[in-house]
C-alpha cells in the first residue's frame, strides 16, 4: 500500500556529513510515523531516529547530538541529516513508516552508507 524510496547514500569519509531522503507513496496519510533504521555489519537492524507528523524527534543515544531527523508532510518525505560521521555508522540505512491507527508498518529497499578513510 506504501512504497518508500530511499536516497543519498554513498561514501564518506570519517567526520563528513551526508543527507538521505525517502519519499512515500501510494496510500500514504499524513500522520503516519516515519524513521530511519539502519542494519550494520554484523548486526541487527536498530532504530536511528523517528518523527511525528507533528514534528516530534526521537534518537538513538548512539546518533543523538550527530543526526537530525526532519520531515515535509506536503512532500511526504523524511529526511536523515547525518553529521561527524564515524565508521561505526556504515550500514544499510531503511526508511520506515508506521499507521498509528494499526501499527502496520512499510519498509524500504534501503540505501547504503559507508564511512572509512
Known amino acids: 500500500q506504501v512504497h518508500l524510496e530511499e536516497s543519498g547514500g554513498g561514501l564518506v569519509q570519517p567526520g563528513g556529513s551526508l543527507k538521505l531522503s525517502c519519499t512515500a507513496s501510494?496510500?500514504?496519510?499524513?500522520?503516519?510515523?516515519m524513521g530511519w533504521y539502519r542494519r550494520a555489519p554484523g548486526q541487527q537492524r536498530e532504530m536511528v531516529a523517528t518523527?511525528?507528523?507533528?514534528?516530534?524527534?526521537d534518537y538513538a543515544s548512539n546518533v543523538q547530538g550527530r543526526f537530525t531527523v526532519s520531515r515535509d508532510n506536503r512532500k511526504n518525505t523524511v529526511y536523515l541529516f547525518m553529521n561527524n560521521l564515524k565508521p561505526e555508522d556504515t550500514a544499510i540505512y531503511y526508511c520506515?513508516?508506521?499507521?498509528?491507527?494499526?501499527?502496520?508498518?512499510?519498509w524500504g529497499q534501503g540505501t547504503q552508507v559507508t564511512v572509512s578513510s
Open positions: 520506515s513508516s508506521r499507521r498509528r491507527s494499526n501499527s502496520q508498518r512499510y
Open positions: 501510494g496510500d500514504v496519510l499524513s500522520n503516519d510515523i
Open positions: 518523527i511525528t507528523s507533528g514534528g516530534t524527534e
